[in-house]
């Protein structure tokens, strides 16, 4: 338990502190680079797509927590009918967030007011979140009925024991679906 203990301390320590996360450059290259082929290539994608189909069509609200840059949040918002004001975003580190949100504005129609108004939904549905801080309660309060919670490769990042506390946390969320890569 010990050493779980120490793995995990040491997976958030590189984590929480990694300074690419706080480099604008990088986050420029980040936006700049998107190409949603790797995530199209990915099984688990078809998969995503068939549930938010089949659960929520074009309606549904999905939540992609430790959304990192943002891009399986663009992946639905270009393939799944989703809407920006249905699809929200939480990630530890608030650069990411900030990336996320120009990568989600980026590709859409020029038109002023349609911009405005996809800004406000972002800055409202995209932000910081730890998830070892995390209380379901209040997210469920916040972001209101959620179809489908996603959890894209996050369980790298935390001690089984972590996991087991962010499990129950999510729970709370209330969901109706949990959809969870390793």
Known sequence: AATQSNQGQNVQSGWRNNAAVRDDQFHSEATATFDDEY??????SAHLLNLVHRVTGDRGTVIDIGCGYGEWLRFLRDH???TLDRLFGA???????????????DGLDSDANKLR??????????FQLDLLAMDGIAVKAELGPIDILCLMAITGCFSDDQ???????????????IFQTT
């Open 39 to 44: 995530i199209r290539a990915n099984p688990a």
């Open 80 to 82: 799944s009918g989703v």
């Open 91 to 105: 990630d530890i580190h608030q650069g990411r967030v900030d990336v996320a949100k120009t990568l989600l504005l």
């Open 117 to 126: 108004t996809a800004t406000k939904a972002l800055d409202q549905n995209l």
């Open 163 to 177: 996991i087991a506390g962010i499990i129950a946390q999510i729970a709370r969320v209330g969901a109706r679906y």
